[in-house]
């Protein structure tokens, strides 16, 4: 009976899981790339030249765990399970962790500090400071003889060739590298000449990194007198100085960048303000000289002023006359009806006043002696000259009086004759 290809594969599947379920395996990384899907695809090697290779994938949710990707050519141990490819018949080992060769200690001994500096306040965000934005003078704490060093400068030079670059030079990798590390920096920020502080270094393996994890030298980093920007290793990379720096790059050639504002767009932006100014100021100038020609269009023949002015004051004065006038002819009606209500009230007076007075005139007159006298009547004086109004007062041989209304007669009293009480008799009349 012939197998089928792909129940031959199947079975050898099966095999492998069942011989093979959990494996660790130890070698040279190589071929390391990273799908879209987040799926990654290598290959182990032996180091020692053998040649022997075996492929082997990471799945996403896997991969989603490493620290940093790694890099051709480094030693790591894998662990997972062999599994057979079917579309290409091919072994794979279907890698579940990986871990570099000798890292396990120091990564440890990194999570370590990291915590402890933290904890100390090392990495607060509050004391890390703003980059100057236009620096003069860039320092660069690096090794003299690497590639670094060519890389940040001729980044500089493209990008801000008008900033002066200053090297301290210093060990970054090996025992003595942190001792050297900070005094380089301890010597950049007691020359005080440097706005900023680039602190460089290519990238490598955990051991190769480990200065940048030096407590000490994260310190001195935190309690810089001048800003620093940490670019080191890749963009994988990740050092303790990382943390402590006021800024972190992902490369040497990205702090660079990142301190260095581009001179083109610099100028560029120079220019765009330049040209923001000047047509502000022609906007100025173009306002002030409309200004000047309206002012220009008023003060250009006064007498249109003038005569506007006398315009408005004629008008202003007619209607004054008008507004006159028409006081004077209202006061001149009110006067009118008022004299006219006076002179009915005078009149209304006056007539009553006439009839009142001849009234008076007829009471007087009816009560005149001579009218009473000229009726044939006539009254009697005493000799003192008092009228005698009761025959009681006569004396006999006195003198008396007796006036009419057309004379008066002299007589003396020779009786008296008195008349009893009783109702009033009218005398008659006597004659002369």
Known sequence: MAWTVAALLLAVADALAARFSAVAVRGELSGFTRASSGHCYFSLKDGDGSGA???????????VLLQSLPRDGQQVEVRGRLSVYEPRGELQLVVESLQPVGAGRLYEEFLRLKARLEQAGWFDPLRKRALPAHPQVVGVVTSSSGAVWHDVMTTLRRR????RVILYPSIVQGGDAPASLRGALALANARAEADVILLCRGGG?????WAFNDEQLVMAVAQSSIPIVSGVGHETDVTLTDWAA???APTP????????????????MLAVRAQAMIRRVHQRLDDAEQRLDLAGLRLRDPRRALQS?????????QRLSGALQGE????????ADRQQRWQRVVERTLLGASHDLGLREARLRAADPRGVLSRGYAWIEGSDGRPVVSAASLVVGEGVRAVWADGVAQAHVTAVDLVPSGPPVPPRPTRG
Do not use: K, Y
């Not at 290779?53 to 991969?63: D, E």
């Not at 801000?160 to 900033?163: F, G």
């Not at 050639?253 to 560029?268: G, H, K």
């Open 205 to 209: 393996s955990l051991e190769d990194l």
């Open 253 to 268: 050639t990205a702090a660079a960048e990142l301190v260095s504002p581009a001179r083109d767009d610099l100028l560029q």
């Open 328 to 335: 004077r002819q209202r006061l001149d009606r009110q006067f």
């Open 246 to 248: 006021d800024l972190r």
């Open 53 to 63: 290779a075996l492929r082997c994938v990471m799945f996403r949710r896997q991969a």
């Open 309 to 317: 002015q006398g315009d408005r004051l004629r008008m202003a004065q």
């Open 160 to 163: 801000a060739p008008h900033v």
